[in-house]
């Protein structure tokens, strides 16, 4: 059923997209000029995902609408993002430890993507896997290095992985559209993503000395629009523009 | 912070290159974060196919107060260059 994938489709652009313009609020802002032009790079790479599914969303959707019309023209209701990537950037830490999570989700749900029944899934997939398992070496290496790092590194990453973990746990928790695409073999369920994503991410914590809280309570809402009020900051200062000037090239 | 880290130059070998050509310096705390770095900050466009970083302070470097001494006297001598050979360019 197409609604089922448009909405699917929706879900990973805007995943894509909102991290990628928390990640853009770092560009000259960076702790290093190293650092500063690897996050942008993962910014850019994130932005040119976003509009490969959002384009396919809007063709699904057979209304005419564009990866910039599904960008600036909704209001934070109409989002689909996990509240993961909506979170404030924090301190380095805390944006690291949210792009570690998101990336050891990411690479398992493309390279699970990549294999999909569509091919239009398939496709875009398989070139978004090839940066995201670069996005996730370069996030765990620093998670590793920061929290076996000195006593303030590692306190602020504990910190980071106590504040951010009740919204890591949304991306496992599947809907019935997740299960309809997954008896249909175009998307994988949400579950079936956990136990890779554990293996990896308890080995990359217990390297970088960091304990993960014991509670299991996660937030959810991202799919349904129901988003922290931290989304509609960000959208504010994301759609000022085009909303401000509709139609403005340049 | 960056001024903590150590300085690494950086070598890259393009895709249509034979050789690692010098490109620049970064900073970065170890060899693979360098790697990393270097990707990052030199990659991105021409797409090289190999990374060499070396830290800049394993790089032994010629006096630019010896230039004279060291490459001056190689300039009047034709017997090194390839030319010496043929029958035209030796010496009478």
């Known amino acids: 059923m197409s609604e089922d994938r448009f909405e699917y489709a929706l879900r990973l652009g805007d995943n894509a997209l909102i991290l990628s313009h928390r990640l853009s609020q770092w560009c000259g802002h960076g702790p290093a000029l190293e650092e500063d032009i690897a996050l942008t790079n993962v910014a850019l790479d994130l932005l040119g995902q976003a509009q ?65 029944a569509d091919a239009r899934f398939a496709e875009i997939a398989a070139k978004a896997e090839k940066e995201a398992a670069y996005h996730v070496e370069r996030s765990a290496e620093l998670v590793i290095a920061l929290g076996d790092g000195t006593d303030e590194s590692r306190a602020r990453m504990q910190a980071a992985l106590d504040a951010l973990w009740p919204y890591a746990g949304e991306l496992f928790v599947g809907d019935a559209l997740d299960a309809r695409l997954a008896a249909e073999g175009v998307a994988p369920s949400a579950e079936s993503l956990r136990p890779a994503w554990d293996a990896a991410t308890n080995a990359v914590f217990a390297q970088a000395t960091l304990t993960p809280p014991a509670a299991a309570f996660a937030h959810k809402g991202g799919r349904t629009g129901r988003h922290t009020e931290a989304l509609g900051h960000l959208l504010a200062e994301m759609q000022f523009l085009p909303r401000a000037y509709p139609d403005a090239r340049w | 912070m960056s001024s903590e880290w150590p300085l690494w130059e950086v070598f890259i070998r393009g895709q249509h290159g034979l050789n690692h050509r010098h490109v620049g310096s970064l900073h970065a705390v170890d060899a693979s974060q360098a790697l990393r770095n270097a990707r990052d900050v030199y990659t991105r466009r021409h797409e090289g196919v190999s990374i060499w970083v070396a830290r800049s302070s394993d790089i032994v470097a010629s006096s630019p107060s010896e230039n004279g001494p060291q490459f001056e006297p190689a300039a009047p001598r034709v017997y090194p260059h390839p030319t010496f050979h043929d029958d035209e360019a030796r010496p009478t």
């Open chain 1, 52 to 116: 490969l599914w959002l384009e396919l969303a809007g063709a699904l959707e057979g209304k005419g609408r564009s990866a910039d019309d599904f960008a600036y023209r909704r209001d934070a209701g109409a989002f689909r993002n996990a509240l993961l990537v909506e979170r404030p950037n924090g301190d380095y830490g805390h944006t690291l430890m949210r792009q570690y999570l998101f990336d050891a989700w990411h690479i398992e749900a493309l390279s699970a993507l990549a294999r999909s």
